[in-house]
């Protein structure tokens, strides 16, 4: 074989190899990019479900007061119980705090059902539970109570008494 035939074999395999180098790194980079996008979208889209639940949990919270300060517990009763047909929501609890009940009694079924329910009563601070085996998201939210409150009905709350807590499981 004479040298031209030589070297024009080399430079082909030369090419052939740097054009596999090439086609496999931007390979690599393309599956990269992919995964960071999924990644990403899925975030993004768990941060609106959770925004998204989080504010239902909220309305359920002021839908108690608002039926609490009309004096239509009966109407939140009826609401809780048509929620529940849904089938995005797997439970929904509305449950008085202390405070409440001494100012207006204990209504049927308003008695924390867990410890998650009692610690949200307790230090009025939201949480949120995901349980995988069941496939369920649960947000605990209390009503704190505000000046408003305390003015209207709530005489024996103060300012950021825990008045009740608003529990939503959803379905995953």
């Not at 992919?34 to 504010?55: K, M, P």
């Not at 359920?60 to 995005?88: M, P």
């Not at 009694?105 to 410890?115: G, H, Q, V």
Request: net charge negative; with cysteine.
């Amino acid at each position: 074989m004479s040298d031209g035939k030589k070297r024009l074999k080399f430079s082909q395999r030369l090419r052939f190899k740097t054009a596999t180098v090439w086609t496999i790194s931007l390979g690599i980079v393309l599956m990269i990019a992919a995964a960071l996008i999924v990644l990403h979208t899925a975030s993004v889209i768990d941060d609106q479900w959770d925004s998204q639940i989080t504010q239902f949990t909220e309305i359920i919270s002021d839908l108690t007061q608002a039926c609490g300060e009309s004096g239509s517990i009966e109407s939140l009763e009826l609401f809780l119980r048509n929620v529940k047909r849904h089938h995005l929501v797997h439970d929904i609890h509305a449950v008085r705090s202390p405070v409440t009940i001494k100012d207006f009694d204990e209504r049927e079924n308003s008695e924390p059902l867990d410890d998650i329910e009692r610690k949200v009563l307790k230090d009025g601070k939201p949480m949120k539970i995901a349980d995988q085996q069941a496939h369920t998201l649960r947000f605990v939210h209390p009503t704190l109570a505000e000046a408003s409150c305390i003015r209207r009905c709530h005489e024996s709350a103060n300012v950021d008494d825990v008045l009740g807590v608003a529990s939503v499981t959803v379905c995953t």
